[in-house]
């Protein structure tokens, strides 16, 4: 194996993982609702689901999604609809007056470890950095296992760290978001993670 091509997917991994997309959304509402305490298994769950969808890519099973359009559709549909519910919750709490001594309209709970996981299946974004990484191993190393498993690994260790560090960056704020005596702090955070789902709808649709 050459260093150059594992070096150039170490930071594709890096970067695909770190920028903004529906995980590290997710992540940060939750961190900023929950605490990153209560975010550690959807944080889990996204690297686990990954690393699983990574490994089906790399051994072939993305062939079955490339030649078979109407499945990559349907994949897809699932996540632009679950992203879309997400940002009309988070949008409505921003806008809906708050009632009683409730001071938050959204009453979600924590993604669990398997919901989070699942998830990969039917995220676009999930989807596109898998078969992208999984066409780069190809290229330099063909199907063989250990290739595989080095890849997986790889995507694991840094993709755990990065989509953490966006569910502490919400619960870093948490505090200040939930303050008594300013609650207007949560639904105007809200309503921005809200507008920036919309917006990664939007432009994964695109690139579609």
């Known amino acids: 194996m050459h260093d150059h091509p594992w070096a150039a997917l170490a930071l594709f991994a890096f970067v695909s993982s770190i920028t903004p997309g529906p995980n590290n959304l997710l992540a940060t509402a939750s961190g900023a609702r929950f605490g990153l305490r209560r975010t550690l298994p959807q944080v889990a769950g996204v690297t686990f689901g990954f690393t699983v969808l990574l490994w089906l890519a790399a051994s072939g099973a993305a062939a079955l999604v490339i030649s078979q359009p109407s499945i990559g559709i349907a994949l897809a549909l699932g996540g632009y609809f679950y992203l879309l519910w997400m940002s009309a919750r988070l949008l409505r709490s921003a806008w809906r007056p708050v009632a009683g001594g409730d001071s938050n309209v959204v009453t979600l709970r924590p993604m669990s470890f398997l919901q989070s996981a699942l998830f990969q299946f039917a995220n676009p974004k999930a ?82």
Not at 159 to 179: E, I, K, T
């Open 127 to 208: 989807w596109m950095m898998a078969i992208s990484a999984a066409s780069g191993l190809m290229a330099d190393h063909g199907p063989s296992l250990a290739a595989v498993a080095v890849l997986c690994g790889l995507f694991a260790a840094i993709n755990f760290p990065c989509v953490g560090a966006w569910a502490a960056m919400g619960a870093h704020l948490q505090r200040w978001l939930s303050s008594p005596v300013a609650p207007w702090r949560m639904r105007v955070f809200n309503g921005a993670m809200g507008v920036t789902m919309l917006g990664t709808v939007a432009w994964m649709a695109c690139l579609r």
